[in-house]
């Protein structure tokens, strides 16, 4: 109940085009779901996040799309650059202070020109 | 900007041998995190911190591993008996108020040999 599903495990992008990464998860409790960025040898960092009263957030070229019926949300990286290439994690968690962050199992993303 | 730094970033040390990783939350988060990252693995939360006390740990956080904040800005993570299976990259994070974003240090890689 605590997990959180996320899909793939890698991908390969082209210069210029969409990125689409999958979260899924079982615990109805939670009300926080950010999106971290990790570069090799540095820590997570936030990217965007949404909260379940909203379908849709958009920063920039990273959009989160949520759908609260499906347990569902994903991260969209319009016009991808090489830049982008990093790991991409899903988070989500209860919203409280007390209630940690539990991850997605990671996306390696590489942005190819 | 204000960060959390964390030292050293890498140490080996022998199993057995007990360790200590430092760190330093942004000054004016009252949440304090300690993650660990098995090298391509999740991020997986270990434990919370705030007022002073435990808040809340997760089954991997057991009796070998302690937390403090011994002073008014330094927060620390205790592994007494340093197994082969701790190694990882241990990151400490903080938060404003436990709701908004947790922001994560550069983490330090434990490797136990």
């Known amino acids: 109940q605590q997990q959180v599903k996320q899909s793939p495990q890698s991908l390969i992008v082209q210069k210029g085009g969409i990125s689409i990464i999958n979260c899924a998860y079982e615990?109805?409790?939670?009300?926080?779901f950010p999106w971290y960025q990790q570069f090799p040898g540095k820590g997570p960092a936030l990217l965007i996040a949404?909260?379940?009263?909203?379908s849709e957030k958009k920063e920039g070229r990273f959009t989160i799309s949520f759908n609260k019926s499906a347990k569902q949300f994903s991260l969209h990286i319009m016009d991808s650059q090489p830049g982008d290439s990093a790991t991409y994690f899903c988070?989500?968690?209860?919203?409280?202070?007390?209630?940690?962050?539990?991850f997605g199992k990671g996306t390696r993303l590489s942005v190819i020109a | 900007e204000p960060e959390v730094t964390q030292t050293p970033s890498h140490q080996v040390t022998q199993m057995g041998q007990e360790v200590i990783l430092r760190c330093v939350p942004i000054?004016?988060?009252?949440?304090f995190y300690w993650y660990r990252q098995i090298l391509g693995q999740k991020v997986e939360f270990l434990v919370s911190?705030?007022?002073?006390?435990?808040?809340?740990k997760s089954e991997i956080f057991d009796d070998q591993f302690s937390v403090e904040r011994p002073d008014g800005s330094n927060f620390t993570l205790k592994i007494r008996s340093t197994k082969l299976e701790d190694s990882a990259m241990y990151f400490c994070?903080?938060?404003?108020?436990?709701?908004?974003?947790?922001?994560f240090g550069q983490g330090t890689r434990l490797t136990v040999v």
């Open positions: 949404i909260r379940p009263d909203v």
């Open positions: 988070a989500a968690s209860g919203g409280s202070g007390n209630t940690p962050l539990v």
């Open positions: 000054s004016n988060h009252l949440y």
């Open positions: 994070a903080s938060s404003m108020d436990g709701i908004h974003e947790a922001f």
């Open positions: 615990n109805t409790a939670f009300d926080y």
């Open positions: 911190f705030y007022n002073n006390e435990i808040s809340e």
